[in-house]
């Protein structure tokens, strides 16, 4: 009976240090830091702010689309938020996808730098909502760890800067812009070639209706420099011209490719050694002219084919019958 006496102390002592323990590992390793809880929620309240006095719909509010950014509060764990990634070993937030979410109002600079504060960000997804007339700044350069990047449909316009190509770890960028705007991002030739210089490791680079009226034939054959990374390119709409060399439909790990809607743009098919593991090609209203070759049925993954009004002639190859995986031909209008 007395030993019963003499253990209960003992035993709520060591209780309340567990309690103790338990409670500061989980404020320790469960709340996100306060510099990156900060920059996020010094970015939401900036944009929504802004947002009530956008002029421009780009996109209508529907109902489906997410408000990522109402589970954004003060005192809760940002580890928690909808649409951000944090990495508890960096203890940083490495990801944030804000796409599809209804944000309004324009990027100015005080806006974008606080997102700029999260310089552990390893990927950043904006698309699909309303910046209309914002540019893309500078300072994205800050975000050195970047490996993906889409901006796209977001009403953002102006020149790239040249800055973007600092972003050296880019696996996936995508600024495509709707095809009915009529002001556009704008793409020059030192900005193309720096980037394709320093990004080595782009895999995807999607550029649909951006201006590229400027970027040459010389500068399109920098794209060889990709051959061993590049897997999906998207450069329709954007106005190129002159001649496309052929190799670069060659490239030996792309999957998917379209250059559409750019009239001025002249290429042939390649007549040789056409094995590569594309699954898309669309050249519809190019000024591609020629037969379609023979080589055309060594595509074996290819399940999407448009050659639509481009300027081809000649007889169709047997060969064509030879691509058992596609689901869609359009070959008209030639």
Not at 105 to 128: D, Y
Request: one cysteine or more; hydrophobic letters at 40%.
């Amino acid at each position: 009976m007395g030993s019963c006496f003499v253990l209960l102390p003992y035993f709520t002592f060591h209780l309340f240090l567990l309690l103790l323990f338990t409670h500061f590992t989980s404020y320790t390793f469960s709340l996100c830091n306060y510099h990156d809880s900060f920059a996020l929620l010094q970015f939401k309240n900036l944009l929504l702010v802004n947002g009530t006095s956008s002029q421009h719909d780009i996109w209508p509010s529907y109902s489906s689309f997410s408000m990522k950014t109402d589970s954004w509060k003060n005192n809760t764990d940002c580890c928690e938020w909808d649409g951000v990634t944090y990495d508890t070993v960096l203890d940083h937030v490495i990801g944030l996808d804000l796409s599809c979410n209804n944000l309004k109002g324009e990027l100015h600079l005080n806006i974008s730098a606080t997102i700029f504060q999260l310089k552990h960000l390893q990927r950043l997804n904006l698309a699909f909502n309303d910046f209309f007339g914002s540019s893309v700044h500078d300072d994205i350069s800050d975000l050195v760890n970047l490996t993906h990047l889409n901006l796209s449909n977001t009403g953002i316009i102006g020149n790239i800067p040249s800055t973007i190509s600092h972003l050296s770890k880019l696996v996936s960028l995508d600024l495509s812009s709707n095809w009915y705007m009529e002001q556009k991002l704008k793409l020059d030739p030192f900005t193309w070639k720096k980037l394709i210089h320093n990004a080595t490791n782009l895999s995807e680079l999607h550029l649909n209706s951006v201006d590229m009226s400027s970027i040459r034939e010389n500068s399109l054959s920098l794209l060889k420099n990709l051959s061993s990374s590049l897997v999906s390119l998207s450069l329709g709409n954007t106005s190129l011209q002159g001649n496309l060399a052929s190799d670069i439909l060659s490239l030996p790990n792309l999957q998917e490719l379209d250059l559409s809607s750019n009239e001025d743009l002249i290429g042939k098919l390649p007549m040789f050694n056409w094995s590569t593991p594309l699954r898309y090609l669309d050249l519809s209203l190019t000024f591609f002219s020629g037969e379609i070759p023979y080589s055309i049925g060594q595509l074996k993954s290819l399940n999407q084919l448009s050659l639509k009004a481009c300027d081809l002639d000649g007889l169709v190859p047997q060969s064509l019958w030879n691509l058992t995986q596609l689901t869609h031909l359009d070959i008209s209008f030639n």
